[in-house]
Every structure is written in C-alpha cells, then in structure tokens.
C-alpha cells in the first residue's frame, strides 16, 4: 500500500483522526464577508491566524468548459489554491454542483430523468463522458508532475430531491452505476490523488439502514459524511439533528470501515450569534471522532443567506470563534502540518 497520493492521504487521515477534528471552510481564500478575489485573504486567517486545515472548492460549470465556477470562481485561480493550501500543509476537499445534462438547467433541477440518459447506453452518454474528462484533466493537472492529493465528493446528498442524481431522479441502483462509472473514469484516466468520499443529507428517517440506502459500497468509498445545517434559527433542533446524525453516521462508518466527516454545515444568520461555535456546536461534535468538520462558503453573492463562519468586525461570534479554535482537539492548518503520511 501507500504509494499514491491517495493512499498516503489515506493514512494521513487515519493518523489526524487520534489527533483531532479538522476545522474546514469551502471556498476559504477566494472570498469572505468584507472581500472578494484578492490573493492572500481568508475570513478565517483573518480572524484566527491560521488557515482551515480542510479547504473546499467546488467544480460546478467546469462541465460546460466555463473558466469560472458557479459561484464565479476562477478554475486557474482554484488550481492555484489547491496547491498552495497543499504546500502549506493543509488538505483539499471538492464538490461538484454539474448542470443537469438533459434539461441544460443548474444541478437543482430533479427533472429529465437525467442519470439515465448519462448511463452507458444513455441519449447523453458521451456528452457526459467527456464532462468526466474535464475533471480528470483538472483533477490531474493540479501541479506540474507532481499530484495533489484530494478528498473528492461527488453526488452528494442524493438522498434529497433537489439534484438531478437524487432520491427523486433516479433508483438505488442507477444512483450506484452513476457513482462506480464515476469512479471508474477517473481512476482509468490516471486519477490516484483521489480520497472518495460520499455524504447523503440530513434524513428525517434516522437510521444506519436509511443512510446507506444509495451507498455506492466498500470497494468505491473511502470516506462517509452526511450534511447537516441550522437553517432555522433553533440552536436546540440543530443539536438534536446533528447528535442524532451524527449517531447514524458513526455506526454506518463502523459497519463498512470508512472514515467519519461532517462534510457541510454551517448557521444560517452566524455573525449576529453569540457563543454558536462552543455553546452550540461543540457541545455535541465533541463527542464524535470524525476527520473533520467543512463549513459551507461566506458566500459574497448572497451574504444574507450564507455567510457561514464569521468574518472580520463580525462581533461577539469572532471571539467565540477564537475559543473553539484553541480547543485541543480542533485542528486548523498549522496543527496537522506535522502529521505527514
Ligand atoms: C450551495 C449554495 C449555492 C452554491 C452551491 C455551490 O449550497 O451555496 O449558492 O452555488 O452551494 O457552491
């Protein structure tokens, strides 16, 4: 084992587990609540000192050829992140938000029956083929020779009914064959920097069975995470969801061996929050040993909805945001640089 990049996160990931929870932020460096675009910037290096040990970015649009992500993102730009946030150490998590290969519309659109169509044998077939040959290449090309090594999640929370692979959209077993192609595309194409990791959403319906309805299986995953977010203002339910998730997700990854993630969350409306951080959050995630914990962007496009950790001159939550940081077990960039493969 352990001679490619994806094998030696692996067992990166494995030894950062003992140590701790790792702090990760989507879109970090790219904007934040008071700025957008400059090089160098981060909301959390802003307010804290250090940079998340976890970075995500999302490939949405890449698909379509565009130079910039969904949410405006340059892909050089993204590139260049990923290295940096590489070199100095930290770890790089993406996503994928594709448009819907039939309708032409953005990924929230269940419609066209569009995970059929990308299927071998599919009416979209190799138009889809060749949207996995633009991650690859991008996922190959993340530095000169030398492979970054990323956790990539795509498909993500399909047990909803938003995206065009979810629940809505398609069976278990199309969902599965979606998954695996993926998987055995990229793999073909020379991908061995890459940790899989799959995350279905928050289920009203809380059990191990529940979870792992869609699960793709042991053979193509590395890493299980669920999403979990506060979005109406109840600091109690969001307790009461994560624990109870976080129960779930912690027997489904003992049961098929994979590594632990609360791969997205965040509170909705968090710079007027006083203690969020560790009165609501820690209190619970405290009691999981998961690999690491991503707080979904600060978004600069609609910073009303989604601003999800504090920025700079945000009040009372950037000092409480400075206390979960000086937990022993959450890790941010600097505290996982010495645990190297
Ligand atoms: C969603 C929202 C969207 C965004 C997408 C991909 O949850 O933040 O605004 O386009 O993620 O980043």
Redesign the pocket.
């Known amino acids: 084992c352990c001679n490619t990049p994806a094998e030696q996160l692996k067992v990166r990931l494995q030894k950062l587990l003992n140590k701790g929870i790792m702090l990760g932020h989507?879109?970090d460096p790219m904007y934040g609540t008071t700025w957008k675009w400059d090089e160098g910037k981060s909301d959390v290096f802003l307010t804290t000192g250090d940079y998340p040990a976890v970075m995500g970015f999302?490939l949405?649009k890449i698909e379509l050829d565009s130079k910039e992500?969904?949410?405006g993102v340059s892909f050089d730009r993204m590139r260049k992140e990923i290295i940096a946030q590489n070199e100095r150490g930290g770890i790089v998590t993406l996503?994928w938000?594709p448009w819907n290969p039939v309708t032409g519309e953005n990924?929230w659109d269940p419609k066209g029956d569009a995970v059929a169509a990308v299927l071998d044998g599919g009416a979209q077939q190799q138009k889809f083929d060749g949207w996995l040959k633009k991650v690859s290449d991008f996922i190959l090309k993340t530095n000169d020779g030398k492979l970054v090594p990323v956790i990539f999640r795509p498909w993500h929370e399909m047990n909803g009914g938003w995206f065009w692979w979810g629940a809505s959209s398609c069976t278990p077993v199309q969902y599965n064959q979606l998954y695996v192609k993926t998987l055995n595309i990229l793999t073909k194409a020379g991908c061995n920097n890459i940790v899989w990791a799959w995350s279905p959403n928050l289920s009203d319906e809380k059990t191990v069975e529940k979870f792992l309805e869609r699960f793709p299986g042991e053979k193509y995953v590395d890493m299980l995470g669920v999403d979990v977010y506060e979005f109406d203002n109840s600091d109690a339910n969001y307790q009461q969801n994560l624990a109870a998730t976080l129960d779930v997700l912690m027997e489904a990854a003992k049961k098929v061996g994979k590594i632990p993630a609360l791969t997205?969350t965040g509170c909705r409306g968090i710079s007027s929050k006083k203690d969020w951080f560790t009165q609501t959050l820690w209190p619970v995630l405290q009691k999981y040993q998961l690999s690491y914990v991503l707080f979904?962007?600060n978004?600069w496009?609609?910073p009303q909805?989604?601003a999800y950790l504090p920025g700079v001159g945000d009040g009372a939550i950037v000092e409480d945001f400075k206390a979960f940081k000086k937990e022993k077990k959450v890790l941010f960039a600097k505290d996982i640089v010495k645990v190297r493969k």
Do not use: C, I, P, T
């Open positions: 989507q879109d999302d949405g992500n969904l949410d996503s938000h990924a997205e979904w962007r978004a496009d609609k909805e989604e």
